[in-house]
T-cell receptor
């Protein structure tokens, strides 16, 4: 499984756009990139998944450069409720493929 | 959407007792489920892979005799912490893959275990 590297923590203010970058230099050809969000004392929640270029949903955007060795999760206009830990995972596109969590990025949104 | 539930959401027990945690997939079947443990301010650590109808696969360093896993049906996996000790106090989370061909996992809400 490809190892991921993320900043340990980030601070932001309400209304700002937050970009969290994840490095995954040894990503394999069939690996997808998935981001999860975790609030304290809750299980992680799926945010977004992509393979290449750009993916956007109602919650976030995911930017993946052509070499796919990194990805950036973009959260538009964050609010206090976006304070959470964000995990970047890289894994094969197969059902049942176990997930290996890295350290995640602890985002603190301030008023 | 798909939901994975866990029961109980929290449990407090005395040292030496056993505690069972249930993980259920509510609107889909899961031949495989995963159990994680998370200590405060740390990431999730995969403990084991629960396989319906067969033995669980444990990660290195996880004692299979202490953390008993039973995947008796396509919607239920249980984790039993046997002879619990204070160092077993943690947040236990299960997950299940959503569908064939997808890498997305659905996570349960977690179970907070406190061993006195």
């Amino acid at each position: 499984l490809a190892k991921t590297t993320q900043p340990i923590s980030m601070d932001s203010y309400e209304g700002q756009e937050v970009n969290i970058t994840c490095s995954h230099n040894n990503i394999a050809t069939n690996d997808y990139i998935t981001w999860y969000q975790q609030f304290p004392s809750q299980g992680p929640r799926f945010i977004i998944q992509g393979y290449k270029t750009k993916v956007t949903n109602e919650v976030a955007s995911l930017f993946i450069p052509a070499d796919r060795k990194s990805s950036t999760l973009s959260l538009p206009r964050v609010s206090l409720s976006d304070t959470a830990v964000y995990y970047c995972l890289v894994g094969g596109q197969r059902a049942g493929n176990m997930l290996t969590f890295g350290g995640g990025t602890r985002l603190m949104v301030k008023p | 959407g798909a939901v994975v539930s866990q029961h109980p959401s929290w449990v407090i027990c005395k040292s030496g007792t056993s505690v069972k945690i249930e993980c259920r997939s509510l609107d889909f079947q899961a031949t495989t489920m995963f159990w994680y443990r998370q200590f405060p301010k740390q990431s999730l650590m995969l403990m084991a892979t629960s396989n319906e109808g067969s033995k669980a696969t444990y990660e290195q360093g996880v004692e299979k005799d202490k953390f008993l896993i039973n995947h008796a049906s396509l919607t239920l996996s249980t984790l039993t912490v046997t002879s619990a000790h204070p160092e077993d106090s943690s947040f236990y989370i299960c997950s299940a893959p959503r569908a064939v061909g997808k890498d997305t996992q659905y996570f349960g809400p977690g179970t907070r275990l406190t061993v006195l």
